[in-house]
């Protein structure tokens, strides 16, 4: 099925300790995106792409890193994982300038303990 | 900037009620706004946009820019619409900017 797929679907971390959440998409899309969703507060873009080989912050970037590794893949990489990060974390890609809206991946459940 | 409120955190009707989720934004130019639903621990999905004008799921919401407001309205709830509901603008950067979404609980 064509979409946007997301690995791993949960982890818990320990504080200071490193990963990367992996997204790809299917549907030839020039941007993607990462976001986080915590209760009452909506969905807040970490970092975006534009299109391969661009990569800019939005509004909550401290804490996070990224690679668009190709036009279908975009990861999120957390250097050293603190509680505050504990989150859904959801990828999204985009065609046509985001004109029909954005497609999103099933998000990540991350825990830091 | 770009800003989305939804002033209602959480919202209960009956079935078959009327249902209006509210969405208010600020922008200063011709934004493109959308409405996103999530089922009880799934994925985002797209529920309708404003330029195609079109209903879905029975759901329509109208753009009014005099109001700055793109609510979504159902005339009769079913209980399969209780989710959360996103309100979304897309301004020039063509970056989406979410609200803090609306807790629908559609009761038998």
């Known amino acids: 099925n064509a979409g946007v797929t997301q690995t791993p679907k949960f982890q818990v971390l320990k504080t200071g300790q490193s990963m990367t959440l992996q997204c790809a998409q299917d549907?030839?899309?020039?941007?993607m995106y990462w976001y986080r969703q915590d209760p009452g507060m909506g969905l807040r873009l970490i970092y975006y792409s534009a299109s391969e080989g661009t990569t800019d912050k939005g509004e909550v970037p401290n804490g996070y890193n990224v690679s668009r590794l190709n036009k279908r893949e975009f990861s999120l990489r957390l250097e050293s994982a603190a509680p505050s990060q504990t989150s859904v974390y959801f990828c999204?890609?985009?065609?046509?300038?985001?004109?029909?809206?954005?497609?999103f991946g099933s998000g990540t459940r991350l825990t830091v303990v | 900037a770009q800003r989305v409120t939804q002033p209602e955190k959480l919202l209960s009707v009956f079935k078959g009620a009327p249902v209006e989720l509210k969405c208010n934004y600020s922008y200063s130019g011709s934004p493109e706004l959308f409405w996103y639903v999530q089922y009880s621990r799934q994925r985002l999905q797209l529920l309708l946009r404003?330029?195609s004008r079109e209903s879905i799921k029975g759901f329509t919401a109208d753009l009014n820019k005099g109001e700055t407001s793109f609510h979504l309205k159902k005339p009769f709830a079913q209980e399969e619409d209780s989710a959360m509901y996103y309100c979304?603008?897309?301004?020039?950067?063509?970056?989406?900017?979410f609200g803090s979404g609306t807790q629908l609980t559609v009761l038998p």
């Open positions: 999204a890609s985009s065609g046509y300038g985001g004109a029909y809206g954005y497609t």
């Open positions: 979304a603008l897309s301004g020039s950067a063509r970056q989406l900017t």
């Open positions: 549907m030839n899309h020039n941007s």
């Open positions: 404003h330029i």
